[in-house]
């Protein structure tokens, strides 16, 4: 199978993805949105509403869109889906309430629009989607490092560590919940210890996991302990805070991801 020519993957593990004529005929026609009839009828889901969002792309959201679509239950049919405006014009538009009128103006798009979703769809990569709009929306940005059992929280803007305490599971529990002071936007984790226990984060933080060997000042994509990728060789002196911003501006600079790059070098 022919791999894509796109700079990203969605598989970190690299394994091929192969869709069928029959998957993707399924797709086109959006059968495969079906079985999220039964999610309605079990009021799990709303028929108008956010589009619900992989947990590791809520962190790419402004605050204040988190907080609408936290309190909206999400939905099957949201101007997200049929919207020709841009990925972030389109996730604010589905937190708002909508009137009758506007459900069957939006129903009525949807079923027009049935069979042309997927090609008029307008997406974006989520880390191109960050940096596009970093000094608009992501003011107060913020990352993780854990070291030697602790958990440091790092204020990108401010350039300082503002919490620090010890990792435990109630604290991955908030973390993972986006709970009390863990309702941020969290650029990425750094890791000093590849053989640090943190699979318990990676329902947040996949793709977004750095390990960083300080003795040979490299910089690896991190999936397990097995399993890390070079990121970057960092030849500038640093300490363990500035390493923060060294990481942030790898990734506004575009020579780092926070989705894996497609092309992997394995050490």
């Not at 003011?139 to 070291?147: G, M, R, T």
């Not at 990108?156 to 620090?164: A, G, L, V």
Request: charged share 30%.
């Amino acid at each position: 199978m022919k791999k894509s020519e796109s700079q990203y993957f969605e598989d970190p593990h690299g394994l091929d993805i192969v869709v069928n004529n029959y998957a993707k005929f399924l797709r086109r026609c959006k059968l495969d949105e079906l079985p999220q009839i039964f999610n309605i009828l079990s009021n799990d889901l709303s028929l108008f509403g956010h589009r619900p969002l992989m947990h590791r792309q809520i962190d790419f959201l402004p605050l204040s869109a988190r907080i609408i679509r936290r309190n909206i239950k999400p939905g099957l049919i949201g101007h997200s889906i049929i919207s020709n405006k841009s990925q972030l014009e389109r996730l604010q538009l589905d937190g708002d309430h909508l009137s009758i009128r506007e459900k069957i103006n939006l129903f009525t798009k949807t079923i027009s629009n049935f069979l042309y979703l997927e090609k008029n769809k307008d997406t974006i990569k989520w880390d191109d989607f960050y940096i596009q709009n970093r000094d608009r929306l992501f003011k107060q940005n913020f990352s993780i490092a854990i070291d030697e059992g602790k958990i440091k929280i790092f204020s990108i803007e401010e350039k300082k560590i503002t919490n620090e305490e010890y990792l435990g599971s109630d604290v991955i529990t908030a973390i993972n919940n986006s709970e009390g002071y863990f309702f941020k936007s969290i650029l990425f984790v750094l890791i000093y210890d590849k053989n640090t226990n943190i699979a318990d984060l990676s329902k947040r933080f996949e793709n977004r996991i750095y390990y960083f060997n300080k003795k040979t000042k490299k910089l690896y994509y991190y999936i397990s302990p097995e399993s890390i990728f070079l990121a970057k060789k960092i030849d500038s002196n640093f300490d363990k805070i500035s390493i923060h911003n060294i990481i942030t501006n790898l990734i506004f600079e575009k020579q780092i991801s926070i989705n894996y790059p497609f092309k992997l070098e394995k050490e």
